[in-house]
């Protein structure tokens, strides 16, 4: 049997499978998700934007893949797996410099396993300390991911692109619903449909100060750090670009003004 007829006939008996055992809706959003899973493990820059745009827009939104975590983080690690691959194939080799900043980072991962061994035997806590524990060193992991697919200052426009676009999103969300209702508390639903972990402790942060704009930040003070290390990036990005880019910088830099104020 010629390969192609054989990965025909597999995949026809695996989503027959999926038929029998699932509803169609359940069906399709399976085979859309496997779709952009290989999609990102074939080009692991996709699944970098994508994250850019995620972890700035909606961080905290989750899903359950046998262990509870960030949609962002999902999409970080599918990007790895890509990146993997790449490096496999031959892509990525000679990318990755050791240079002082990755060797540090690298002796902070080594030396971060000291307190958590020594949390998991004498600290009794909530959750689960080795999952937070590698989710923590995945988003470390992000300064390895920059040489190995930042390669050109198109893929870096790209990036600050996305991360511009994610915190606008945001933002024409935050400011939106604060100016309709002036109650943080009206988010709250929202971000339960955004599947937001705790929502006890979200009520808790939002009822505090409900007269201060909530955001998909959750924090007050989580929501005013992402904007002043943002708002400069969104201000020179638009003084120096023309275009769309510029609207979109400027426009970035100036909500974000507003939201502090807010």
């Given at each position: 049997?010629?390969?192609?007829?054989?990965?025909?006939?597999?995949?026809?008996?695996?989503?027959?499978?999926?038929?029998?055992?699932?509803?169609?809706?359940?069906?399709?959003?399976?085979?859309?998700?496997?779709?952009?899973?290989?999609?990102?493990?074939?080009?692991?820059?996709?699944?970098?934007?994508?994250?850019?745009?995620?972890?700035?827009?909606?961080?905290?939104?989750?899903?359950?893949?046998?262990?509870?975590?960030?949609?962002?983080?999902?999409?970080?690690?599918?990007?790895?797996?890509?990146?993997?691959?790449?490096?496999?194939?031959?892509?990525?080799?000679?990318?990755?410099?050791?240079?002082?900043?990755?060797?540090?980072?690298?002796?902070?991962?080594?030396?971060?396993?000291?307190?958590?061994?020594?949390?998991?035997?004498?600290?009794?806590?909530?959750?689960?300390?080795?999952?937070?524990?590698?989710?923590?060193?995945?988003?470390?992991?992000?300064?390895?991911?920059?040489?190995?697919?930042?390669?050109?200052?198109?893929?870096?426009d790209k990036?600050?692109v996305?991360?511009?676009l994610?915190?606008?999103?945001?933002?024409?969300?935050?400011?939106?619903?604060?100016?309709?209702?002036r109650?943080?508390?009206?988010?709250?639903?929202?971000?339960?449909?955004?599947?937001?972990?705790?929502?006890?402790?979200?009520?808790?942060?939002?009822?505090?100060?409900?007269?201060?704009?909530?955001?998909?930040?959750?924090?007050?003070?989580?929501?005013?750090?992402?904007?002043?290390?943002?708002?400069?990036?969104?201000?020179?990005?638009?003084?120096t670009?023309?275009?769309?880019?510029?609207?979109?910088?400027?426009?970035?830099?100036?909500?974000?003004?507003?939201?502090?104020?807010?």
């Amino acid at each position: 049997m010629l390969p192609g007829k054989f990965v025909s006939l597999l995949l026809g008996l695996v989503f027959g499978g999926l038929l029998l055992a699932l509803s169609p809706i359940k069906v399709m959003l399976v085979v859309a998700g496997v779709a952009v899973a290989l999609t990102l493990i074939r080009f692991p820059l996709w699944g970098l934007l994508i994250f850019a745009v995620l972890a700035t827009s909606i961080p905290y939104t989750t899903l359950q893949l046998g262990i509870r975590t960030t949609v962002s983080e999902a999409v970080l690690g599918l990007t790895w797996v890509g990146v993997f691959w790449q490096s496999f194939i031959g892509k990525t080799r000679g990318f990755m410099l050791w240079r002082p900043t990755e060797r540090a980072l690298m002796w902070l991962m080594l030396f971060s396993t000291i307190p958590f061994i020594w949390g998991m035997l004498i600290i009794h806590a909530e959750g689960n300390g080795p999952v937070n524990w590698v989710r923590w060193l995945m988003n470390l992991s992000m300064l390895f991911i920059v040489p190995l697919l930042l390669r050109t200052d198109a893929d870096r426009d790209k990036v600050v692109v996305a991360l511009l676009l994610g915190n606008l999103g945001m933002l024409l969300l935050s400011i939106f619903m604060f100016l309709k209702t002036r109650n943080a508390m009206s988010m709250i639903d929202i971000l339960t449909d955004l599947k937001y972990a705790h929502p006890e402790a979200v009520k808790d942060i939002f009822s505090a100060n409900y007269t201060r704009m909530a955001s998909p930040w959750v924090h007050p003070n989580l929501t005013g750090g992402v904007l002043v290390l943002f708002i400069p990036l969104a201000l020179f990005y638009g003084w120096t670009r023309s275009g769309w880019r510029r609207a979109l910088g400027l426009a970035v830099a100036v909500l974000g003004c507003a939201g502090l104020l807010l």
